[in-house]
């Protein structure tokens, strides 16, 4: 067991006790790949590659967002670029040892680079490109140009061969794919974490790969623009009654509704409320950074968004 030192510094200025460990900061699961892990069978027919959950490093390649695949009758779809075009390789390296059936499909979860950097590998091989107009647009002006030099910073060689690549086609509502005997409903349910999130919805067998609006075993990243009502609201009144039974979601592991509700609903609803009594106290913002967040301190990546999410949502919440 390893103790991070930048948490207990954290947890110190925080005045609570130090005593969590992260509960998985092993630096790379996977040696012989790129990838930080390999695939792992989530139900029938589908798959993810589970990566860190923790910030990308030079160990985990940027794998560190679930990288998922779906095996129909009729070709595979995969949910996520990757980080870079050596982790779609990777990647596209594992569905071989897992399916003969060819690629046909990649859908990109948002704009971040670790959704869709990768697409410069998938083109490449002629695979076409689906992803959210505004998850496109994302990509394309900020998150792209942001997340290639992010990735040649701390991938170094691993970085080689990406470049930014566009989806080949957008969708704006939802799209639904037939592909084989497989249903695949591609959505927007709202807005979440960020702009154009989409949603894999399998109907048949109730399995929700649904990216960042979605989080277990680390804490979500709240990012400036981000309206957090309607992250709460989009996952009430759109995702759950979808009835899932097993959720991929962003990063971390494939779990139940309840769990994923709780590691992000919750969290949201509980900083929110931190913050909305840090405000009735006249609290501003130098202050608002250190609520009392230590009830999610068993989240990884506690130390590195804690207390920058609870400036956002000071930011948000202050002109309500
Ligand atoms: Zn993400």
Not at 94 to 119: A, C, F, R, W, Y
Not at 243 to 255: K, L, N, S
Not at 309 to 318: D, K, L
């Amino acid at each position: 067991m390893r103790f991070d030192t930048r948490l207990i510094a954290t947890a110190t200025l925080l005045a609570v006790p130090a005593t969590l460990a992260k509960a998985d900061d092993t630096p790379d699961k996977y040696p012989d790949s790129v990838l930080y892990d390999a695939p792992i069978k989530v139900a029938e027919g589908v798959y993810s590659a589970i990566g860190a959950t923790q910030p990308p490093t030079y160990e985990n390649a940027g794998h560190n967002n679930n990288l998922s695949f779906i095996v129909t009758s009729d070709g595979v779809a995969v949910i996520n670029g990757g980080a870079s075009w050596k982790l779609a390789e990777a990647l596209h390296d594992e569905i071989g040892k897992i399916t003969d059936q060819p690629v046909k499909l990649v859908i990109n979860e948002n704009g971040q680079g670790h959704s869709m950097l990768g697409n410069s590998y998938w083109t490449a091989q002629g695979v076409p490109i689906l992803a959210h107009e505004e998850a496109a647009a994302d990509f394309i002006d900020t998150e792209g140009p942001r997340g290639l030099e992010a990735l040649k910073s701390y991938a170094l060689e691993n970085a080689e061969g990406t470049t930014i690549v566009e989806p080949t086609e957008t969708f704006t509502d939802r799209k639904d794919i037939q592909m084989g005997d497989t249903r695949i409903e591609v959505l927007n349910l709202g807005p979440a974490h960020s702009p154009g999130d989409t949603q894999v919805w399998l109907p048949g067998s109730k399995v929700l790969i649904a990216g960042d609006i979605a989080f277990s075993e680390r804490m979500p990243p709240i990012f400036e623009g981000t309206c957090i009502l309607c992250w709460i609201e989009t996952f009430e009144t759109a995702l759950e009654p979808l009835g899932a039974e097993i959720i991929v979601p962003g990063h971390g592991a494939p779990t139940d509704l309840a769990t994923i509700r709780h590691a992000t609903i919750d969290y949201l609803k509980d900083l929110r409320a931190k913050i909305a009594e840090h405000l009735d106290n006249g609290g501003d913002l130098s202050q608002a950074y250190y609520v009392d967040q230590s009830q999610w301190e068993w989240m990884d990546t506690f130390e590195e968004l804690a207390t920058k999410n609870a400036g956002v949502v000071f930011s948000e919440m202050e002109f309500e």
